[in-house]
């Protein structure tokens, strides 16, 4: 057995809902217990040090440890891609996004994109995401071929496109040709290892009725498996979709008609959509995944995360960084601009909130709360270490932080947390990610090659 000392931060409960003393787990000195993949016990290291004497232990001393980061919405084909000059979603999706996304056809440099995105998201401290691939069966294979070597919980699918005129010739599939790769690919990779598979058409306007009804179809016949998709992201593709689907009442109607929504849907943005879907979104459980990031690249939008996470209508929902319309793998920035967006709607996104987003908050909006998002025994060793310190900036503003000195030692000591945690969430990026564990291995940073 293995052991991590050091402060350790999770949730117990959603500080959306909740006072955040109440929802926030804090120990300042902890110990968390490994035994081969998953948390073995966790808690103070005064209780437990005795119980677990054997275990070899890791201390991070000055560090604060997380469970992994959770992206509910990235683009592993568009990791080359990144900070693409100039355009809206649909001029940018032709200029820039399918002529790099052809060249997915080829597995061995699928693979070769998929190793480096893997490694991009554990510098990142990002122990799970939901991510897209392309049209080619092959690059869904060289996906979780690389997960695979990592041992990491990743949810993807093939991601469909077949209406004409939506994509080059050669990028698109066809509803009969998406559905048998869909079932060759689920019956290859669902469920294998820590591999989770969601049937992803691309988005409704990419999509046509056939190719939708596809969906549906896989849906009812692996009812276990996730559904992940774009919605309501750009004006001008909401005003297309409507003309597209005339007897859908909205953007989220097609994809219920579809009969695709429901626990396990994610529905990537959902900028432009009115009250009424935020209640549908709310009461058929499914989620969203804010993505504020690419929404400022883009030009997209402000993602209202107040009615998502309002008490009327509360939605599941995580961050993605929707790479490579988002322009950066850490989540921290992701946070950052996501305080920007609530800001500008008159919000304010507290390091809490944001942080769980990130961690609990992800794993709930993808169902895998179960397994990951907290430091529950029982659960996989998921974790990132993070140091407060990791720039001149942030540890000048650590030192410095301004704390009534009124308060009791532990409420000082939150409310250093409190002020860190808010530093790492607007100046953090991966230079504040010192280590990350994926299934109880150290894989970031890599050991040394022995000589
Ligand atoms: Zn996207």
Same mark, same amino acid.
């Given at each position: 057995?293995?052991?991590?000392?050091?402060?350790?931060?999770?949730?117990?409960?959603?500080?959306?809902?909740?006072?955040?003393?109440?929802?926030?787990?804090?120990?300042?000195?902890?110990?968390?217990?490994?035994?081969?993949?998953?948390?073995?016990?966790?808690?103070?290291?005064?209780?437990?040090?005795?119980?677990?004497?054997?275990?070899?232990?890791?201390?991070?001393?000055?560090?604060?440890?997380?469970?992994?980061?959770?992206?509910?919405?990235?683009?592993?084909?568009?990791?080359?891609?990144?900070?693409?000059?100039?355009?809206?979603?649909?001029?940018?999706?032709?200029?820039?996004?399918?002529?790099?996304?052809?060249?997915?056809?080829?597995?061995?440099?699928?693979?070769?994109?998929?190793?480096?995105?893997?490694?991009?998201?554990?510098?990142?401290?990002?122990?799970?995401?939901?991510?897209?691939?392309?049209?080619? %069966?092959?690059? /869904?294979?060289?996906? =979780?071929? #690389?997960?695979? @070597?990592?041992? *990491?919980?990743?949810? $993807?699918?093939?991601?469909?496109?077949?209406?004409?005129?939506?994509?080059?010739?050669?990028?698109?599939?066809?509803?009969?040709?998406?559905?048998?790769?869909?079932?060759?690919?689920?019956?290859?990779?669902?469920?294998?290892?820590?591999?989770?598979?969601?049937?992803?058409?691309?988005?409704?306007?990419?999509?046509?009725?056939?190719?939708?009804?596809?969906?549906?179809?896989?849906?009812?016949?692996?009812?276990?498996?996730?559904?992940?998709?774009?919605?309501?992201?750009?004006?001008?593709?909401?005003?297309?979709?409507?003309?597209?689907?005339?007897?859908?009442?909205?953007?989220?109607?097609?994809?219920?008609? %579809?009969?695709? /929504?429901?626990?396990? =849907?994610? #529905?990537?943005? @959902?900028?432009? *959509?009115?009250?009424? $879907?935020?209640?549908?979104?709310?009461?058929?459980?499914?989620?969203?995944?804010?993505?504020?990031?690419?929404?400022?690249?883009?030009?997209?939008?402000?993602?209202?995360?107040?009615?998502?996470?309002?008490?009327?209508?509360?939605?599941?929902?995580?961050?993605?960084?929707?790479?490579?319309?988002?322009?950066?793998?850490?989540?921290?920035?992701?946070?950052?601009?996501?305080?920007?967006?609530?800001?500008?709607?008159?919000?304010?996104?507290?390091?809490?909130?944001?942080?769980?987003?990130?961690?609990?908050?992800?794993?709930?909006?993808?169902?895998?709360?179960?397994?990951?998002?907290?430091?529950?025994?029982?659960?996989?060793?998921?974790?990132?270490?993070?140091?407060?310190?990791?720039?001149?900036?942030?540890?000048?503003? $650590?030192?410095?932080?301004?704390?009534?000195?009124?308060?009791?030692?532990?409420?000082?000591?939150?409310?250093?947390?409190?002020?860190?945690?808010?530093?790492?969430?607007?100046?953090?990026?991966?230079?504040?990610?010192?280590?990350?564990?994926?299934?109880?291995?150290?894989?970031?940073?890599?050991?040394?090659?022995?000589?």
């Amino acid at each position: 057995m293995k052991a991590i000392r050091g402060a350790f931060l999770d949730f117990l409960d959603d500080p959306f809902y909740r006072d955040e003393r109440e929802a926030v787990r804090y120990l300042p000195d902890g110990l968390l217990v490994i035994d081969g993949e998953r948390i073995a016990d966790f808690g103070p290291y005064g209780a437990l040090a005795e119980r677990h004497a054997k275990a070899h232990i890791t201390a991070y001393p000055g560090r604060l440890i997380l469970p992994g980061f959770i992206d509910t919405h990235v683009h592993y084909p568009q990791t080359e891609m990144i900070a693409a000059f100039g355009e809206h979603l649909l001029e940018w999706l032709a200029k820039y996004t399918f002529p790099t996304e052809l060249k997915f056809r080829d597995k061995a440099y699928a693979r070769s994109v998929a190793d480096l995105f893997l490694d991009l998201l554990l510098q990142n401290g990002t122990t799970t995401a939901q991510v897209f691939t392309t049209t080619f %069966a092959q690059s /869904v294979d060289a996906f =979780f071929e #690389a997960c695979g @070597a990592r041992n *990491i919980c990743m949810v $993807a699918g093939l991601t469909g496109i077949d209406r004409p005129g939506a994509a080059p010739p050669d990028y698109l599939d066809t509803a009969d040709s998406f559905y048998a790769d869909s079932k060759d690919l689920i019956a290859r990779w669902h469920m294998k290892g820590r591999n989770k598979y969601a049937i992803t058409p691309r988005f409704a306007l990419g999509s046509t009725r056939e190719q939708l009804d596809r969906c549906g179809q896989l849906k009812r016949e692996h009812p276990d498996a996730w559904v992940n998709t774009h919605m309501s992201e750009n004006q001008k593709e909401v005003a297309e979709v409507a003309e597209l689907f005339p007897e859908a009442k909205d953007y989220l109607n097609v994809y219920e008609r %579809a009969g695709i /929504v429901g626990p396990k =849907f994610t #529905a990537g943005h @959902a900028i432009h *959509i009115n009250d009424d $879907a935020f209640r549908r979104l709310s009461s058929s459980k499914s989620a969203i995944s804010f993505c504020p990031t690419s929404n400022l690249y883009l030009g997209s939008g402000l993602f209202m995360i107040h009615k998502a996470k309002s008490v009327e209508t509360p939605v599941r929902v995580g961050v993605g960084t929707d790479m490579g319309a988002g322009d950066s793998f850490s989540l921290f920035t992701v946070l950052n601009n996501g305080y920007k967006v609530a800001k500008l709607q008159g919000q304010k996104l507290s390091a809490f909130k944001g942080l769980y987003l990130a961690t609990m908050g992800g794993a709930k909006a993808l169902m895998l709360d179960n397994e990951i998002g907290s430091f529950d025994p029982g659960k996989y060793a998921d974790i990132v270490v993070l140091n407060p310190h990791s720039t001149l900036h942030l540890s000048f503003r $650590a030192e410095n932080a301004i704390i009534d000195s009124t308060l009791s030692t532990a409420n000082q000591s939150f409310e250093q947390l409190r002020h860190d945690a808010f530093g790492m969430m607007m100046l953090g990026d991966e230079r504040s990610v010192d280590a990350t564990y994926v299934s109880g291995e150290l894989l970031h940073p890599k050991a040394p090659a022995s000589c």
